[in-house]
């Protein structure tokens, strides 16, 4: 079954990464989500539970709803929902799991998630992100997060740093690499198909500070594609890194649950 961990106390709520999905740095905005909710954490490649270093291929969106699913199945009380708040690339894989599977499921908050293919520049957009992965693979990471930098920011950019690839055991070590090697394409060619019913649980959030930017058009296309909500959350792309408190309670009060000031409980599983 795929990794997770469970904290706090109260109605679930699945929080699934963004990036490779590997919850590095989630710590402050899971505690604070803990005080009112019972947070659990996907790590839909198991990155956080043993499996960084080991072989990854390249990732199919309906996978990692899959195993949010999964995941949902098994910590779910009978008869109950689940909030849903997905980032990034694991934005895309929670319009996923309300597109297929959406049983079990309250609300799903979907926070800047890179669909651009649904975009009506859609096919420029893929292609600039094609060229991302294509100058990661030519020049290492740092080249490549420049070259995602300037398309996120829908500018020239900048001169790329000089760089070499990483080796196969360098790329499995690092989130980031794997995120630009195996994540970062077929996620980005992902269009969203729901229903009116699903539609009418879904919110799409895009950062206050991404406003002019690739990702906050986008968020307010897919609002208009689907009939979601649309509503802006502190912070960029990072925000839930950058302002874990601020994005927490913004996203509970998106939820209905304003702060209660009761002390967070924890446990965890995998």
């Known amino acids: 079954m795929s990794d997770h961990d469970v904290c706090g106390d109260g109605p679930v709520l699945l929080v699934v990464p963004g ?25 839909p490649l198991g990155l956080a539970h043993g499996r960084l270093g080991r072989p990854v291929a390249d990732q199919r969106v309906e996978e990692w709803s899959d195993g949010a699913r999964d995941v949902l199945e098994a ?5 109950e929902s689940a909030y849903v708040l997905g980032t990034s690339s694991g934005g895309i894989a929670a319009l996923d799991l309300l597109a297929r599977h959406p049983r079990r499921l309250r609300h799903v908050v979907a926070h800047e998630p890179p669909c651009v293919a649904a975009l009506p520049d859609g096919a420029r957009q893929r292609a600039a992100f094609r060229e991302v992965y294509d ?5 290492g990471p740092a080249a490549a997060a420049e070259r ?4 996120l920011e829908e500018r020239t950019p900048d001169a790329v740093p000089d760089g070499q690839p990483l080796t ?3 790329e499995l070590s690092q989130p980031m690499a794997l995120f630009l090697a195996h994540v970062l394409v077929p996620f980005t060619s992902y269009v969203p198909h729901l229903t009116a019913p699903a539609a009418a649980r879904l919110t799409l ?3 206050d500070g991404s406003r002019g930017r690739l990702l906050h058009r986008t968020a307010r296309a897919l609002a208009e594609r689907t ?12 925000g839930a890194l950058e302002h874990p408190e601020a994005f927490a309670d913004r996203l509970a009060r998106a939820l209905g649950h304003p702060a209660t000031g009761r002390p967070a409980s924890a446990r965890t599983s995998s």
């Open 19 to 43: 990036g490779a999905g590997h919850p590095m740095g989630l710590g402050p905005l899971t505690r604070r989500l803990a005080e009112r909710f019972t947070v659990v954490t996907y790590d």
């Open 75 to 79: 910590v779910l009380p009978d008869g």
């Open 135 to 139: 100058t990661y693979r030519a020049a």
């Open 148 to 151: 995602l930098a300037a398309t």
């Open 168 to 170: 196969r055991a360098e």
């Open 205 to 207: 959030a895009a950062g």
């Open 227 to 238: 009939g979601g909500a649309l509503a802006e959350f502190p912070g960029g792309h990072l």
